[in-house]
């Protein structure tokens, strides 16, 4: 990947606060390495017929999660077969490594079963693949007739995105738009749903964009705002 790419998505959230361009950008090239190696894998993920999220239908975890330490390995991290698959199926009390352990998981198992799919749709908010309620968003510009549309198309850290209506939370289902608040962190809007908590943070389609990377932006923007919130209110 381009080192420009990273520079820019970089300063999405950060514009020109170097301090928070410089942390957000290690992350950027972090997972750009990971998604590159990601992408020389070629796996046949077997799934179980009827299970939805389709990954807890995957019958040959332990082979994932080889591919997963490997993956893990070569970028200088340590983890083994077993503690990557409860990384996975525990989500609660994860550690850092953990979570970056089951993003990889994730990932590989997607690239597994993009083409026993078929078109899936979100199952009360929730990634048909994985499981994970999506936290990023991005804004699409789509010609229609004389004019151009708006779409909005969630992400999740799996891989899997569909298109969603705005200020409609994926947690809860809220729909009122009154209930919600919009936060800005420069170019990166975020939407908190105000009856369960939920953010969602959406940046614009941009070719300098790897959409792949775009869940790294928001969650690194989430927690600045959740951070920055707890800090004015000690």
């Not at 083994?80 to 996975?88: C, F, N, P, Y």
């Not at 078929?118 to 199952?123: V, Y």
């Not at 899997?160 to 962190?185: A, K, M």
Request: proline share 4%; charged share 25%.
């Amino acid at each position: 990947m381009e080192s420009r790419v990273v520079e820019v998505m970089a300063k999405i959230p950060c514009g020109s606060n170097t301090e928070c361009y410089m942390d957000l950008k290690e992350y950027l090239e972090l997972y750009a390495q990971l998604h590159e190696l990601i992408d020389s894998i070629n796996i046949e993920v077997e799934v179980e017929r009827g299970k939805y999220p389709l990954m807890e239908g995957v019958k040959n975890v332990e082979e994932v999660a080889g591919k997963t330490a490997e993956v893990l390995k070569a970028v200088g991290v340590g983890i083994d077969e077993a503690e990557i698959i409860d990384s996975v199926r525990n989500i609660s009390g994860r550690s850092e490594l953990g979570h970056l352990a089951s993003y990889v998981f994730r990932r590989i198992a997607f690239r597994g079963l993009r083409n026993k799919m078929g078109s899936p749709t979100w199952i009360s908010g929730r990634c048909p693949v994985c499981g994970l309620t999506p936290i990023t968003g991005i804004y699409r510009k789509v010609p229609h007739e004389f004019y151009t549309q708006t779409k909005l198309e969630l992400y999740c850290l799996c891989g899997f995105s569909l298109e969603h209506t705005p200020f409609n939370c994926p947690s809860c289902g809220n729909s009122d738009r009154s209930r919600f608040e919009v936060l800005l962190l420069n170019k990166v809007k975020i939407q908190r749903c105000m009856s369960c908590g939920h953010m969602i943070a959406i940046i614009d389609e941009d070719p300098f964009i790897f959409k792949d990377l775009a869940h790294v932006i928001a969650a690194y923007s989430i927690v600045r705002v959740m951070s920055a919130e707890e800090r004015q209110g000690q």
